[in-house]
């Protein structure tokens, strides 16, 4: 069983940086692809950014391509999101999962598990 804890949101001005991290426990990071997903009120969870499991193969959402990374720190045994140029638009409850595959799938679906989530609130 993988157990997977957000920590770091809050809130932040537009053009601001946050930096979100996933505390993995029960089995190491790395035997899985990582993702970010969020959700804003009224909307469906959404895929922000992916990790494979080799920590090469990256993908983005294309409204955060150039302004959010996703990183692995193997020691830590955490995965992290950078997040700069904030906006209002990416305001939301960010949750990390974790799949059980080697393939970074963009759908929340099949992803086998999730942290409870942390917000993100950004004023314009």
């Known amino acids: 069983q993988v157990q997977l804890v957000e920590s770091g949101g809050g809130l932040v001005q537009a053009g601001g940086s946050l930096r979100l991290s996933c505390a993995v426990s029960?089995?190491?990071?790395?035997?899985?692809?990582m993702a970010w997903f969020r959700q804003a009120p009224g909307k469906e969870r959404e895929f922000v950014a992916g990790l494979g499991r080799g920590s090469v193969i990256t993908r983005y959402a294309d409204s955060v391509k150039g302004r959010f990374t996703i990183s692995r720190d193997n020691a830590k045994n955490t995965v992290d999101l950078e997040m700069n140029s904030l906006k209002p638009d990416d305001m939301a409850v960010y949750y990390c999962?974790?799949?059980?595959?080697?393939?970074?799938?963009?759908?929340?679906?099949?992803?086998?598990?999730w942290g409870q989530g942390t917000r993100v609130t950004v004023s314009s």
């Open positions: 999962a974790a799949l059980e595959s080697v393939v970074i799938a963009t759908s929340a679906l099949p992803y086998n598990y």
């Open positions: 029960g089995r190491t990071s790395s035997n899985y692809v």
